[in-house]
């Protein structure tokens, strides 16, 4: 396929893979530092395949924690690609042996990706291009950083760390047209926050996405009161 042929959904989903694999390389490179061989730093990457969790694991394990402890970290902050995976099987519903492959490339790139879509065509296109391309260049540069190692010296050095970032608020910013989306985005990043210095690292977003999640469960049911409010207050 040509790139003048290229779907929008196939053009997201390669600029979203490139942006987070090339973190792959601060991974790599931090997992080494923090004692892990390269060959147990590619199979977290491999077999984990989650950055949060990933990341969660490596600190824990820095920081002198048992490997049970990394563990539970990761597994805790792994608990959202689960709520991934039920959206995604309902978008996509895939079959036989893609449905594996879906679970295992389901991650927030290739959640947001695909949920920026409009129609279930270019929604298969965007989870598929951003999950298997995030999963190859993810790999990649694990390997690259692992192998390197203390020659590359600090990612942060380089922007790497704010690759995924920016993805992200790529990912985010077209979606901000509403008045909800903003407030929701505005009060999960002060949620966010005001739980840093007072949480464990990657514990922060998971209070935001509940928060998140109450706020899709109230504003049904409180949206009635607020118009029938706003109607008789109206000039």
Do not use: C
Not at 115 to 121: E, L, R, V
Request: aromatic share 10%.
């Amino acid at each position: 396929m040509r790139p003048a042929s290229w779907t929008p959904a196939i053009r997201m989903g390669l600029s979203i893979a490139t942006a987070t694999g090339l973190y792959g390389v601060s991974f790599g490179a931090l997992a080494v530092a923090a004692g892990l061989t390269v060959g147990q730093a590619m199979a977290l990457s491999l077999l984990m395949f989650t950055g949060g969790s990933q990341f969660a694991f490596i600190g824990v394990i820095a920081g002198g924690g048992v490997p049970s402890a990394a563990l539970g970290a990761a597994a805790l902050l792994g608990v959202r690609n689960a709520v991934y995976g039920m959206q995604m099987n309902h978008m996509l519903q895939p079959q036989g042996w893609r449905k594996w492959l879906a679970a295992q490339v389901t991650i927030d790139e290739s959640t947001a990706t695909a949920a920026g879509q409009t129609t279930p065509d270019e929604q298969r296109r965007g989870f598929w291009v951003a999950g298997l391309g995030i999963f190859v260049l993810w790999n990649l540069f694990t390997f690259v950083g692992a192998w390197l190692g203390d020659a590359l010296g600090d990612p942060r050095r380089w922007g790497l760390d704010g690759a995924a970032v920016a993805a992200f608020l790529g990912l985010l910013w077209p979606r901000l047209r509403q008045r909800e989306p903003v407030a929701l985005a505005v009060l999960s990043g002060v949620v966010t926050a005001l739980a840093l210095p007072l949480l464990p690292p990657g514990l922060p977003i998971l209070v935001a996405a509940a928060v998140g999640a109450a706020w899709g469960w109230w504003v049904p049911e409180a949206a009635p009161v607020v118009s029938g409010a706003a109607e008789g207050t109206a000039p």
